[in-house]
Nanobody
């Protein structure tokens, strides 16, 4: 079984930039859609960004211009860069994978579409 493992979370200050990583062996060059989700205390998991096998990216309207999703096929990793973090970014961040025809992603990014999940990495933003 292939495993998804997030890293890079921690405590940061408002205005800092942060990059989260996800080890995704076997998922970056196959027919998979990869995505980042986040879940704040007391709220549902929400889709942040997704990337298709060919590199096409998809962003939730709420984070356009605020985050950047990317993947490195050679290193089998998925990344999420968050620019100028704010307290509202505090959440558990999860990477996820969905096996799809051609590696395309469904739009919008929703939890039911993804069957493979990492354990999450916590991001806490102080103000």
């Amino acid at each position: 079984v292939r495993r998804l493992v997030e890293s890079g979370g921690g405590s940061v200050q408002t205005g800092d930039s942060l990059t989260l990583s996800c080890a995704a062996p076997g998922y970056t060059s196959r027919n998979y859609c990869l995505a980042w989700f986040r879940q704040a205390p007391g709220k549902e998991r929400e889709g942040v960004a997704a990337i298709e096998s060919d590199g096409t990216t998809i962003y939730d309207d709420s984070v356009k211009g605020h985050v950047t999703i990317s993947k490195d096929n050679a290193k089998n990793t998925l990344s999420l860069q968050i620019n100028s973090v704010k307290p509202e970014d505090t959440a558990m961040y999860y990477c996820a994978a969905a096996g799809t025809s051609g590696g395309y992603c469904y739009r919008p990014i929703t939890v039911p579409a993804f069957g493979f999940w990492g354990q999450g990495t916590q991001v806490n933003v102080s103000s």
